[in-house]
């Protein structure tokens, strides 16, 4: 399982990035390699030129930004699950990282590149869309924020144009007190998750004043399930309405194959968000 | 009776830890492989090598219409591409010996001819001076084939395999007792329908192959090799037309075995073939997709069995019908698996009728064969849940039906009118209702069905479930083992057996100390050689400590002997008042006298000294050991587990394997064993399965698909090894210790599930997946 | 297209001069180039762990590193863990603890476990089992492996306070 031949580039800055990705056929770009490595060893994927991101400058770390904490894509997962500001004030991002392969995956792996592979079953896709990411693109027409509910094109697809990259990935905090779960359903531990539910929950004077809730491994992409946080706006946080907003899931379309079929996964769904919701409420601040 | 080993014969072990034996002692083994200086295969590399990558079947049944080269041979670094016309003249893979007859016409060519049978087959090869470049250029190797049905149901009817020939090469009947009228006069029948995923030992270390041709000696080696080294060394000579002492065999170090590796292979022939024709060492290293794909499977089988029982409980017979699943070919076990599983299914129980079946059938899938307790993990998962459908059907606690039905200390050596792989089961010693009280107690069973009371009470889906196995261990028909001290009394063992990993060294090296008096790290142990000792049987079937182990005794006791016997004569006293330790031979009494070492004696016992002078030289000795019967090492897994309700997901909390082995030389490698195969037998319970869609293409071809348990997915296990019941078929007592804790633990998993879920009967099928348990479950919770 | 690339890889402190083409995996590099066999290969997906060797004191999986990469980087792999002839406190655990069977997978554990106790000697027991869930053995059922990971945190505890003493 010996790569297939390839032209390696090892550019220094993003203008380099770009101008490789407009003048090159069939490029990949490389980031922690935790993804592309396999498919390369492989021969699922057998691009002409790899362009290696790990040594372009400016690209990684965490930095805190108009009410957002920005991400460089090329920050290690495992980094950004240890980052106190992780930690203090995005912890369902920490707590999906926890479930994210193994320590020698994170130690590698990246953000950015865990985002722009779209795996239906990746667990930082469906964490950013529960925080409404904004991507910051950049191409040979310049700079552009793309959201991450407009990002996924297709199944593994991001809707990037061939000379675009991600840069850098914009989180929008959740205010102190909010609550969070990310959990997950998968065969074995550090498995990809079958499904996957992360819930962001703020309760004030008793009542939900915001809701996030997110599958991962439903759909090509992750699906926020918009309904039921609606349901959930203003409501009295009890177990009847969070079971009530859990049981949304039964109608949902859920990818099949036959290992996890369609049904199981919608069942699954309804475990994991009753779960994720009950924890998110625990952890909140003003829960009556 | 017959084929047990007059007690008057042997020098038996004693009982009890001696200075070696007995103790757990650290592995000899160790020191390279904790220091990354091992030599697994592809650890080793020859000047001038090249590599063989091999181009496989994309279809699971077709004919083959062309397989185009030219592009391939102009790749960079290629010297020879070849297909199955380069190698016409080598005959099909034979089995071993068998007394099935009619296999022949299912062998596996070395490289497909003109249909290829499983995805995964090889259709060509590609030699080349470079890994990455053998790949690249087998890549432009374009094979045409006309796709065929495909055949992936071993239940279906037969179809055919060629013209005149269907894919049902062989059904093995067993039969004994008046099954009929054990059915008419029948309190209850249960009926059960059940089947056994496809699974196998999937080896950390992939195969490897590398072939030398030593021209200067007119000797083929192979290197890499495992499991059967004599064996494989006399059909490679004999496929490719040498005599068997122009091929060597080396074994390096071997990266588990677990049945799957040491058999031989379209690509062991293939390297060998090559390194004789392109005249340049050809190193062959399987990768992980292939592997999955190519290497054997094990387990397929469904049964349709029914037993008989009157009021108490107690079986009067069992009538059983089972389709195994053996994929594309006959591979080198023949029919053995099946004939295992229909032998062996009776395990521990009384059972005076009995009736068996086992169709042997083909299907487009990989070849299958032997994976560790082969034929056992099977039937004793089929029989026990029988066991649990009679305590379901009678109102009867399950323990206590067990209890009724056990065969007694006071009936060994029980004969069951049976043969298996050619011997007859005589289940040679066993205290099974001893055995299972230890286990019960130790374990906690009383006092943990009111935990599971209380759990339940507080909304946890908690069970427990248990399994009896009978294994079988020590497969003759012989061993040998070479002993020899030499001028610096250092001890030299060379024996015919194999290494998998195991501890093989270390615990022939124990024995053989305690029988000459020597540090057992002194020992230098030589196996896996063909080049070494002429014959040999090598390592399988749990057979090394008994056969093997056996050898070593008799040849160390030998070995003591001659030397004891020389010191009489130099030390002026009587050799039964002398003894050895640590080399030296002296005064057993302990009193202060003159010694001598073994080295001394060693160096006295060389060809030109006049006291050898008609006798040959050495302090060496030779001994065989021969076994007609095995052995049967038996014990029972406890399992307790917890399902998710919301998901389905069972985990194992807590697991004990109780295993009475006849005799433990190494009680912390048997504990090893056990617990190592528990984990695959694990596996095979919960994770593992080689799937396929409906065109025969796999789909299981990497660890992504293929699960096998990490450190997260263990239960706390215990282990309780036995020696209650020494063998007396061999002078160390021993049983073998290599399968048990694979064996039960499909069993006792899906008694315990059927537990959780308070739905005896409700697990027919392994593995147990969570989409399956959540299903039984009936919906959310 | 595929060029070759002179590439310096310094593992166990030493620098190996190699001239490689750009696709070739750092286990591969270290294996064949530089002649260390120590570093096994299981899967060359990134799942089994086998390959585990530390890149700047961080645990990662060679199958999914090209050597290109790992130029300027510090690399240590099984056989720098002891000096001459004197194992490290995990290699002699491992012994002791009967931690290995077949070998294959423990160069990989070895160096997980080196990186563990480097880093948190005292971790806890559900932090470990996900530390080691990252790499698969398919011989000793994994106990073994954690009980020596816990020795040898104790006999080097035990070192540290007899140095301390001393």
Known sequence: MKAAPFAYHDPRNVEEVLHLLATLENPRLLAGGQSLMPMLNMRVAFPDHVIDLNRVEGLDGVTERDGALRIGAMTRQRDVEEHPLVRARLPVMAEALSFVGHWQTRNR???????????????????????????????????????????????MTPALAPEEMVTAIRFPFWPAGHGHCFTEFARRHGDYAIVSAAALLMVEGGRVTRASLTLGGVAAGPMRLREAEAALLGAVPSEEVLRGAAARCQEIEAMSDPQAPAWYRRRLATTLVRRALETALARAGGAA | MDGLIPVEERPALAAGPGDFVGRSVTRIEDAPLVRGEGLFAADVNFTRQLHMRVVRAEFAHARILSVSTEAARAMPGVVAVWTAEDVADIPLIPFRATKVRGLEPYCQPVLARDRMRYVGEPVAVVFADDAYRAEDAAEMVVVEAEELAVLLDATAAPGEFAPGLHTEPTIVRKEYGEVEAAFRSAHAVVELELSVGRHSGVPLETRGAIARYDAARDVLELHGTAKKQHWNRDEIARLLGRPPQGVHLFEGHVGGGFGVRGELYPEDLLVCAAALRLRRPVKWIEDRREHLVATNHSREQHHRIRAAVDADGRLLGIDDVFFHDQGAYVRTHGARVVDLAAGMLPGPYRLPAFR???????????????????GRFETTFVRERVMDAIAARLGLDRIEVRRRNLVTAAEMPHA?????????????????????????SRFGWDALQGELAARRASGECVGAGLAFFVEKSGLGPSDGVRVAVDATGAVELVSGAASVGQGVETVLAQICAEALGVDYARVRVVRGRTDRIEFGNGAHASRVTVMSGSATWKAALAVREMALDCAARLLQLPSSGLTIRDGVVMREDGLAGPTVTLAEIARGMGPNSRAMHGHTPGLTAERWFWSDHMAYPYGIHLALVRIDRGTGRVVAERYLVANDVGRAINPMLVEGQIVGGLAQGLGGALYEEFRYDPSGQPLSTTFADYLIPTIAEMPVVDVLIAEDAPSPLNPLGVKGAGEGGTNGAGAAIAAAVDDALRRPGAITALPVVPATVHRLLGGLA | MSGLHDIVLTV???????????????????????????????????????????????????????AVQAQGRA???????????????????????????????????????????????????????????????????????????????AAMRAETAAAEVA
């Open chain 3, 75 to 153: 690399l240590r792999t099984v056989e720098g863990l002891a000096q001459g002839s004197r194992l490290s406190p995990l290699q002699q655990a491992f012994v002791d603890n009967h931690a290995l069977q077949c070998g294959y997978c423990t160069p990989g554990f070895l160096m997980l476990g080196t990186a563990i106790l480097e880093q948190d000697p005292a971790i806890g027991d559900e932090a470990l089992v996900d530390a080691l869930s990252s790499n698969i053995c398919r011989c000793t059922g994994y106990a073994n492996i954690a009980k020596a990971i816990r020795a040898a945190a």
């Open chain 1, 109 to 155: 792996g990246t953000v950015g590149g865990s985002l722009c592979n779209l795996d239906p079953s990746a667990e930082l896709v469906a964490v950013a869309a529960a925080l409404d990411a904004v991507l910051e693109v950049r191409g040979p027409a310049g700079a552009r924020d793309l959201s991450i509910h407009a990002f996924p094109e297709g199944f």
């Open chain 2, 356 to 374: 068996v079946a086992g169709h042997f059938r083909l299907t487009n899938k990989t070849p299958s064969a032997t994976y560790r307790a082969p």
């Open chain 2, 416 to 440: 069951r009118p049976l043969d298996t792989l050619g011997v007859d089961v005589v289940l040679d010693s066993g205290d099974y209702g001893g055995l299972l009280d230890k286990a019960l």
């Open chain 3, 12 to 66: 166990n402190g030493e620098r190996h001069a190699v001239r490689v083409e750009a696709r070739r995996t750092l286990a591969d590099v270290i294996r064949e180039d530089c002649g260390l066999t120590g570093t096994h290969l299981g899967c060359e997906h990134g799942v089994c762990g086998a390959c585990t060797v530390l890149m700047d004191d961080q645990p990662v999986r060679a199958c999914l590193v090209f």
